[in-house]
């Protein structure tokens, strides 16, 4: 689904003509890769000490369709938010987009938090932690965490596990920047922070309704009202962490289903994409096409 409303908002924020660009190019070159067909093998699962559902199993197929499985989802999903996003911009509900920004990045952090679970199961040569990550992440749900709700408990299917946490994911974006730029760096708290100053009901995600009619020695007269007042610049910042989100979640989604799981005697074995594709990937995702400074 093409990015709509571009070129009005291009005449609305004219200081925003080189994000609009680069978000624009990246995802006509996103829009133009497939989400092709793949097997999802049944899976058999268990309930182990404490509660917590894992795999039985695991093998080359599982790990193939888990992969696949986060890989297009978080892709579309970060389509249609980066969608979503930029019409409320452009329909003046600022408020709206950073929400949409910020569950926009969520979905870039679970294709990366995969990515970094992958190597790092790999390199260590112990599958095990991904019998439980992959239960997680395709039948966790925060209803699993109501558990003095006996009668929601037992409505659940048995395989509705806790859900992934979702700061656990964000640190695994800070994790693929320090590999990228070769220095560790927490900007993706820091991020995720500043939207979620939007998402929570915190003051400070309000104050684009508020209205000052006086300010004296002794303090402010002032309402909120259904308007919403905001910067150019504000929305600079907005275009700037979605083209960030969009760069490290789409990387990562690519880096997933390029790999190659092998069933080895040993046990599961992964190839990682190779060297042509990781060249197209920093290329053509994480390469900064224009002036925005977003890695």
């Not at 980066?82 to 950073?98: D, H, Q, S, Y």
């Not at 395709?138 to 699993?144: D, I």
């Not at 995720?192 to 303090?219: M, N, Q, R, W």
Request: aromatic share 8%; hydrophobic share 40%; proline share 3%.
């Amino acid at each position: 689904m093409a990015i709509t409303n571009l070129e009005g908002l291009k005449k609305r924020f004219p200081s925003c003509i080189v994000e609009l660009d680069d978000i624009a190019r990246l995802r006509a070159y996103i829009d133009g890769i497939d989400c092709s067909p793949f097997f999802e093998p049944v899976s058999f699962i268990q309930i182990t000490k404490g509660e917590k559902r894992s795999l039985l199993s695991l093998d080359a197929e599982t790990l193939a369709s888990w992969a696949n499985h986060v890989s297009q989802s978080s892709r579309v999903k970060m389509c249609s938010l980066e969608n979503g996003a930029l019409n409320e911009v452009f329909n003046t509900r600022f408020l709206n987009a950073m929400v949409l920004a910020r569950s926009h990045m969520e979905s870039a952090a679970a294709a990366t938090y995969a990515e970094d679970l992958l190597v790092e199961c790999n390199n260590k040569g112990d599958w095990e932690p991904m019998k439980e990550i992959i239960v997680k992440a395709l039948f966790g749900t925060s209803f699993r965490l109501e558990k003095k709700n006996m009668e929601l408990q037992e409505m659940l299917g048995f395989s509705a596990s806790e859900p992934l946490r979702i700061m656990h994911a964000i640190e695994s974006m800070d994790r693929f920047l320090g590999h990228t730029r070769g220095e560790p760096t927490q900007e993706s708290r820091l991020v995720y922070a500043v939207l979620c100053e939007y998402a929570h009901p915190a003051l400070g995600g309000s104050k684009g309704f508020v209205k000052i009619y006086e300010e004296t020695d002794k303090g402010w007269l002032l309402s909120y009202e259904q308007a919403e007042n905001y910067e150019e610049a504000e929305v600079k910042v907005l275009l700037n962490i979605l083209l960030r989100n969009m760069r490290i979640g789409y990387a990562n989604a690519m880096l997933l289903i390029n790999g190659e799981f092998v069933d080895t005697p040993s046990g599961v074995a992964h190839y990682p994409p190779s060297v042509a594709i990781g060249k197209i990937i920093w290329e053509k995702i994480l390469q900064q096409e224009g002036k925005a400074q977003t890695t």
